[in-house]
Structures are given as C-alpha cells and as structure tokens.
C-alpha cells in the first residue's frame, strides 16, 4: 500500500506527531542500514555519493551517514525551481553535521533557451514538455554529480509507490553504476520515528502534508486517502516519476 496513514489531527500538528511510531524491528532495520552503508564506503570509497533530495528519507541517510563519520560525499540538485524551504536545508546540513553539500545545477543556458521556447511552466502543457524540463533541470546535472562514481545512495522505499515496490538495498542502476537504497524496507512511521529520536532536521512543508517533495510548481499537498507521490505531476495519468531512478 502506498497511501498514508493519515491520522485526525488539528492543522497545526507536525509530521512527527502524525506518522513516526517506532516498531519492533526499526533498531534491526537500523543496523542493517548501518552495515549497508559501511560496506557501501569499503568496497566504493570516494566512488560513493548520497544523491540527496532533502525529503526527510535523505535527510535520515545524511543523519546516518554523519553517524558513521565516514567520508560520503553528499550532493544534491538545485533545480531553480525548488521551494526557499528546501534550498534552506542545504546549509543546516552544514550547521548540524559540518559536512558541505556539493550542489548541482542546470545549464544555465539550456534553462535560457528552453523558457524562451516553451514559457516558465511548460510541465503543465504536456507529459513530453515536462520530462524535457526533468531532463533539463534534473536529469543532465544528475549526470555531472556521477560522473567519476561507481555507486550512489538514494532514498527511495518500496512504500513510496507501486513501481517502487521492488526496490532493492544494492542494485545496478542500467548504467554501470550501483544504486544503494540503505532505507528500502522502511516504513513511513519508522522514518519520523527515526526524525524524531535523533532530531534529524527536515523540511516544513513536510508538515502541510506534502510527503514527496519536489519542484514548486510540480508538488501540492495530498489528501486523506491519495497515495504517496499523488501531490506530485498531479494533472497527469502518469507513474509520477521524472526519470531520475528509471530502470532502463
């Protein structure tokens, strides 16, 4: 099931109060992730980066990674079109862990040329439009960020959706790579749970009901009942994915 197990709570609750609820098997789990990454860092050394989106699972993988003290590097993607509260983690990371975030961005001038050809929103005209501004925005920096890696750490869970559903810990990415999903079998409750013993730092708009947080205009907040990644490419009958963890 990826829908959230909403809970009836006043507005101003937070995600912590309405989702994290530590289980049986999350110091288990927490092991586990703890070994994966480890083994990760041997076998992968400087080869190894957290692709980081700043939703709370990679903020969780930041705070374990800072736990191990092992020298991961951690990067991200500026879109120009993230929310200011997103861009805001990127220094907490630094204030909290003391480790720097390496950004990427697009290339300025293919974000030039494709808002003078096609407008400021042109995800909302088309499926093909709006993977062209993914491509863009998301897909070609995300190549620069592992360019020289062998692996890389991402957030994704099998809950989140459907087509995640099978997610592994350590598969190959379809391009020489692997992909280490340290959190795959988590559950959403275990994820505050975990946010909340270790007070990991984590998006506010996570708090106004946007679980999958991406860029402003492709990211709304979800009802009681919607699944997961319902609040993102919301106007599409699509698998609402941007290309970034495709499998071929």
């Known amino acids: 099931m990826s829908s959230l197990p909403w809970a009836a709570a006043p507005a101003a609750g937070n995600a912590i109060g309405l989702y994290a609820k530590w289980t049986p098997a999350l110091d288990d789990k927490i092991a586990a992730a703890l070994r994966r990454l480890r083994d990760a860092s041997i076998e ?127 598969e190959d990415d379809c391009n020489g790579r692997r992909k280490i999903s340290l959190i795959a079998d988590w559950t959403w409750a275990e994820v505050w749970a975990y946010v909340e013993k270790y007070a990991v730092p984590y998006n506010p708009l996570h708090d106004q009901f946007m679980p999958s947080i991406g860029c402003a205009p492709c990211t709304r907040a979800i009802a009681v009942g919607e699944d997961f990644r319902a609040g993102r490419w919301w106007w599409e009958d699509s698998t609402k994915e941007c290309g970034l963890h495709a499998k071929s």
Request: proline letters at 5%; charged letters at 25%; hydrophobic letters at 40%.
């Open 44 to 170: 992968h050394g400087a080869g190894l980066v957290q692709s980081s989106s700043l939703g709370v699972e990679d903020m969780v993988i930041t705070d374990l990674i800072a736990r191990t003290h092992l020298p991961i590097a951690i990067s991200t993607l500026d879109t120009g079109k993230l929310h200011p509260e997103t861009l805001a983690l990127i220094p907490r990371i630094a204030e909290r862990y003391g480790r720097e975030v390496e950004v990427f961005k697009p290339v300025a001038d293919a974000v030039i040329q494709f808002v003078a050809r096609e407008g400021e929103e042109p995800m909302y005209k088309s499926i093909e439009l709006r993977k062209a501004c993914c491509g863009i925005r998301k897909l070609e920096p995300l190549g620069r960020m592992l360019q020289g890696r062998s692996a890389w750490i991402t957030g994704l869970r099998r809950e989140q959706s459907g087509a995640r559903g099978d997610v592994a810990f350590d």
